[in-house]
C-alpha cells in the first residue's frame, strides 16, 4: 500500500464468498476470493474497483464508506506491493512508450504499444484513445471505427481528465468525414458535461462541414452564450452567414 502528498491511501483488499458451480449430481459449493482495488476519495469514502487476472484494477466502481471496507474486506499488502504496484507501473510506462513513438511518427511501433497495454488493461482510457488515434493518422478509419464502438460504451472516456484526448480524436474524425460518428461521439460527451462551449463548438462545426447551417448556427449560439469573445466560435459564425448570403468561405480548422 502507499501514500502520496495529500495521505490519499491506495491499497488492495480481499473478501471471501461462496459459488455453486456444477449440474445435478455435481453440483457443489466452492469458495471465491474477491480482491479489489481500493482508492481513498476526498469525502473519506473508498472507491473499489476489481483485479483483473493480470493484477490491474478495471472494470465498474464501488463505493464504500472506511467503516464498510474494514468490516468487510481483509487487507492485503504484500500482494498490492508485489503485484498490483508493479502491473500499475508497467501499463502506465506501457501508455507512455506508446504516446511518444505517436508522437514521433512511428506509428506501427505505437499501436504495438498501445496493444500491450491493451492486454494488461483492456478500459485503459489513455491507451483506447490513443490507439484510436494512431488508426486515424495512418488513414485507416475503419479500424478507427471498431476503437470509437469501445469509447462511446465507456462514460469514463469523457470525464474532464481525458478532455484533450476527447477533443483530438473528435476533430480527427471529423477531418476524416466520419461526420455520423463524431456527432454520435459529441452529443455522447453533451450529456454528460453541457457547459463546455468547445464541444458545443465541435457540433456546429461538424453541421457546418455537413452544410447544416440551421443546426450549425443553433449550437454555435449556444456556445457563444456561454463565452462571447469565444475567438473560434466567432470566426465560425462569420463563416456561417457568409455561406448563407452564397458566399464561399472556410472556417478555420
Known amino acids: 500500500m502507499d501514500g502520496t502528498a495529500t495521505a490519499t491511501f491506495r491499497g488492495v483488499f480481499s473478501s471471501q464468498g461462496k459459488a455453486r458451480v456444477g449440474f445435478g449430481a455435481t453440483k ?6 474477491l480482491l479489489v482495488f481500493a482508492e481513498e476519495q476526498e469525502d473519506g469514502s473508498f472507491l473499489l474497483r476489481p483485479l483483473n487476472k493480470h493484477y490491474v484494477p478495471t472494470g465498474k466502481t464501488r ?16 500482494l498490492y506491493l508485489n503485484k498490483v504496484a508493479p502491473a500499475l507501473r508497467e501499463v502506465r510506462g506501457t501508455v507512455a512508450r506508446a504516446d511518444a513513438r505517436r508522437a514521433e511518427g512511428a506509428l506501427i511501433s505505437a499501436e504495438f504499444e498501445y496493444r500491450q497495454a491493451l492486454r494488461l488493461d483492456e478500459e485503459h482510457i489513455r491507451a483506447i484513445f490513443g490507439l484510436g488515434l494512431t488508426y486515424l493518422d495512418r488513414g485507416e478509419p475503419e ?3 471498431l476503437v470509437f464502438r469501445r469509447i462511446i ?5 469523457f470525464e474532464p481528465e481525458h478532455k484533450h484526448l476527447f477533443n483530438e480524436f473528435g476533430i480527427k ?4 468525414g466520419m461526420y455520423p460518428q463524431a456527432l454520435r461521439y459529441y452529443f455522447k460527451a453533451f450529456r454528460l458535461t453541457r457547459e463546455d462551449e468547445h464541444l458545443l ?14 443546426l450549425s448556427r443553433k449550437f454555435l449560439d449556444m456556445a457563444l452564450a456561454r463565452k462571447p469573445d469565444f475567438r473560434e466560435g466567432l ?11 452564397g458566399g464561399v468561405v472556410a472556417a478555420s480548422r
Open 63 to 78: 463505493v464504500v464508506s472506511r467503516e464498510a471496507l474494514l468490516t468487510r474486506f481483509l487487507p492485503e499488502p504484500d
Open 153 to 157: 460504451c465507456l462514460d469514463a472516456a
Open 235 to 245: 470566426r465560425l459564425s462569420r463563416a456561417i452567414e457568409r455561406r448563407r448570403s
Open 28 to 33: 457443489r459449493t466452492i469458495k471465491q476470493t
Open 201 to 214: 463548438y465541435n457540433i456546429a462545426r461538424t453541421y457546418y462541414e455537413r452544410d447544416k447551417l440551421r
Open 143 to 145: 479500424n478507427a471505427l
Open 173 to 176: 474524425m471529423r477531418k476524416h
